[in-house]
T-cell receptor
Framework: DAGVIQSPRHEVTEMGQEVTLRCKPI?????LFWYRQTMMRGLELLIY????????DSGMPEDRFSAKMPNASFSTLKIQPSEPRDSAVYFC???????????FGPGTRLTVL | AQKVTQAQTEISVVEKEDVTLDCVYE???????LFWYKQPPSGELVFLIR??????QNEISGRYSWNFQKSTSSFNFTITASQVVDSAVYFC????????????FGKGTTLSVSS
């Protein structure tokens, strides 16, 4: 298996623009997680899905953030409009259950100017 | 509430030294899982180990070993004979055995191994 795939790997955009991050989980994993990593706040869980259904989105910082999982092999995290404070590395991870190890993608480094 | 504390923000050692990374967790649940992840300079997060709360047996994998002690709520990680390639940020994490809960990460310990 190729592991968790994320795209793009790097994204530079200007404040106010819409940003869409993409994730393909490992086949057969029922759980998908979106995390954000910053120097100040460390690794934060934004939202996670079980069988394509959002379970906990309490970590989503604002209404500007939204996430979808239209099918078992694809998820998106959208920021609209983006702001400089959204600059971070965004990780997607998948796992066979909520308490097994999670396998992380390579991350998307987002820079909002 | 659940919490993971990694009190050591940064550790610097010289190659071949042994180093222990501390992890203290808080939970009132009796069933939970503990993890260690490694994040090398390249940025990806690499799974190292998973331990359930009923298994206090220490584990050794090559130069890596883990000491789980429920009495002190600790899950410490020791690297024996450290190498430059061990330089990374190491995260300890906790999750409960309940539907609807999520992985809680510590702030991480940055390990620098110099030659």
């Amino acid at each position: 298996d190729a592991g968790v795939i994320q795209s793009p790997r790097h994204e530079v955009t200007e404040m106010g623009q819409e940003v869409t991050l993409r994730c393909k989980p490992i086949s057969g994993h029922d759980y998908l997680f979106w995390y954000r990593q910053t120097m100040m706040r460390g690794l934060e869980l934004l939202i996670y899905f079980n069988n394509n259904v959002p379970i906990d989105d309490s970590g989503m910082p604002e209404d500007r953030f939204s996430a979808k999982m239209p099918n078992a092999s694809f998820s998106t995290l959208k920021i609209q409009p983006s702001e400089p404070r959204d600059s971070a590395v965004y990780f997607c991870a998948s796992g066979p259950s909520s308490y097994n190890e999670q396998f992380f993608g390579p991350g998307t480094r987002l820079t909002v100017l | 509430a659940q919490k993971v504390t990694q009190a050591q923000t940064e550790i610097s050692v010289v190659e071949k030294e042994d180093v222990t990374l501390d992890c203290v967790y808080e939970t009132r649940d009796t069933t939970y899982y503990l993890f260690w992840y490694k994040q090398p300079p390249s940025g990806e997060l690499v799974f190292l180990i998973r331990r359930n709360s009923f298994d206090e047996q220490n584990e050794i994998s090559g130069r890596y070993s883990w000491n789980f002690q429920k009495s002190t709520s600790s899950f410490n990680f020791t690297i024996t004979a450290s190498q430059v390639v061990d330089s990374a940020v190491y995260f300890c994490a906790l999750i409960l055995n309940q539907a609807g809960t999520a992985l809680i990460f510590g702030k991480g310990t940055t390990l620098s191994v110099s030659s």
